[in-house]
Nanobody, 126 residues
C-alpha cells in the first residue's frame, strides 16, 4: 500500500503563498498519477488539480486555477501544489492522492484514487 504524507501547510496571510508537498513511500512514484483535493469545514471534498505520471498533463479545477501550480519530482518521490496568491477561501485541509495508472480523463474523480494522505491544514487569515 502506497503511503502519502502531506506537509507545508500552516497559517498564512491573504496574498501570501505556500507550497504543499506530498511525499510517497514508494520509490516508483512515476507509476502513479497524482491528484490534490481540499476540504473546507462543513463542505464536500473538492478537487483542486492533477498531474499525469509523466508530468506532461496537468489539470485544474474551476477555482481561479491560475493561482495553483501542480508539479512532481519523481527523483524525490514527491509531488507539489503551489498556491499563489492565497485567499481566505483557500482555508481547508489539503489532501494528495495517487492512482497507479493514468487518470487524465477522470482525474477530478475521487474514486479514481485508491491511495490518500491524511491531509495538511492550510489556514489563510490576517
Amino acid at each position: 500500500q502506497l503511503q502519502l504524507v502531506e506537509s507545508g501547510g500552516g497559517l498564512v496571510q491573504p496574498g501570501g503563498s505556500l507550497r504543499l508537498s506530498c511525499v510517497a513511500s514508494a520509490s516508483s512514484l512515476d507509476l502513479y498519477s497524482i491528484g490534490w483535493f481540499r476540504q473546507a469545514p462543513g463542505k464536500e471534498r473538492e478537487w483542486v488539480s492533477c498531474i499525469s505520471r509523466s508530468g506532461t498533463f496537468t489539470a485544474y479545477g474551476d477555482i481561479e486555477n491560475y493561482r495553483f501550480t501542480i508539479s512532481r519530482d519523481d527523483t524525490k518521490n514527491t509531488a507539489y501544489l503551489r498556491i499563489d496568491p492565497l485567499r481566505v477561501e483557500d482555508t481547508a485541509v489539503y489532501f494528495c492522492a495517487a492512482a497507479p495508472r493514468e487518470v487524465t480523463d477522470f482525474c477530478s474523480v475521487r474514486d479514481e484514487y485508491p491511495n490518500w494522505g491524511r491531509g495538511a491544514q492550510v489556514t489563510v487569515s490576517s
